[in-house]
């Protein structure tokens, strides 16, 4: 008998540490007019963003634009989530992706708001980060593919002290504590060369080569 209640003991501790706790449980953002959700994992009938293929893109009159993205997150028995943030990188598909979180972009989103049950929800809207700024232009007439990665962070309070709860692919809900440990989403694009620039470069390649046979 004593076996069975100190049995029946240790599963209510175990559902209440379950219960007791923060975590995210969906990221979602806008790019170019269509959004999706970061992970396969998350609630949604969103095109997912990890593994997707943006498209591609002619710099100078193309655009890749995220106008959108939020974060869901769980609180409960005193635990909180706050401090919203979305970390985004551009990169060349053929680099690593990195661990580091100098090497990304935040933009804060504040604290979120209660969506009932505990959770909450924060959001920015009316966005305009430019997914092309700062990659340059790629020598023509070479075809470019570059990489976003994109990690979800919220603060989180739990036992007493502060830390970072952070959506990637290796923990996508509740979202990872350590940066070392994350994997981002990651979608890829495409830069393609201005049909004219592309021109331009090829007549350049036949006069070379006609002023070497000379």
Same mark, same amino acid.
């Given at each position: 008998?004593?076996?069975?209640?100190?049995?029946?003991?240790?599963?209510?501790?175990?559902?209440?540490?379950?219960?007791g706790a923060t975590g995210?449980?969906?990221?979602?953002?806008t790019v170019s007019g =269509?959004?999706?959700? #970061? @992970? /396969?994992?998350y609630g949604g009938g969103?095109? &997912?963003?990890?593994?997707? !293929?943006? *498209?591609? =893109?002619?710099?100078? #009159? @193309? /655009?890749?634009?995220?106008?959108?993205?939020? &974060?869901?997150?769980?609180? !409960?028995? *005193?635990?909180?989530?706050?401090?919203?943030?979305?970390?985004?990188?551009?990169?060349?598909?053929?680099?690593?992706?990195?661990?580091?979180?100098?090497?990304?972009?935040?933009?804060?989103?504040?604290?979120?708001?209660?969506?009932?049950?505990?959770?909450?929800?924060?959001?920015?809207?009316?966005?305009?980060?430019?997914?092309?700024?700062?990659?340059?232009?790629?020598?023509?007439?070479?075809?470019?593919?570059?990489?976003?990665?994109?990690?979800?962070?919220?603060?989180?309070?739990?036992?007493?002290?502060?830390?970072?709860?952070?959506?990637?692919?290796?923990?996508?809900?509740?979202?990872?504590?350590?940066?070392?440990?994350?994997?981002?989403?990651?979608?890829?694009?495409?830069?393609?060369?201005?049909?004219?620039?592309?021109?331009?470069?090829?007549?350049?390649?036949?006069?070379?080569?006609?002023?070497?046979?000379?």
């Amino acid at each position: 008998m004593k076996l069975k209640n100190l049995i029946a003991g240790f599963a209510l501790i175990a559902t209440s540490t379950s219960f007791g706790a923060t975590g995210i449980f969906g990221g979602y953002l806008t790019v170019s007019g =269509i959004k999706y959700k #970061s @992970s /396969s994992t998350y609630g949604g009938g969103e095109p &997912t963003f990890d593994g997707a !293929n943006l *498209g591609n =893109i002619t710099v100078g #009159s @193309s /655009s890749l634009v995220i106008s959108q993205f939020e &974060t869901l997150t769980f609180q !409960n028995s *005193g635990h909180s989530t706050f401090e919203f943030a979305f970390a985004y990188r551009v990169r060349l598909a053929s680099s690593a992706q990195s661990t580091n979180p100098s090497d990304f972009a935040f933009v804060g989103m504040g604290n979120g708001v209660t969506i009932g049950g505990g959770d909450e929800k924060a959001e920015v809207t009316g966005a305009t980060i430019n997914l092309l700024s700062g990659i340059g232009t790629p020598p023509y007439p070479t075809t470019t593919v570059y990489a976003v990665d994109i990690i979800h962070k919220a603060g989180a309070y739990e036992g007493g002290s502060n830390f970072e709860r952070l959506a990637n692919v290796n923990n996508p809900n509740p979202g990872g504590t350590s940066w070392a440990g994350t994997d981002a989403f990651t979608a890829n694009f495409t830069v393609v060369p201005e049909p004219s620039a592309a021109l331009l470069g090829g007549l350049g390649g036949l006069l070379l080569l006609r002023r070497r046979r000379i």
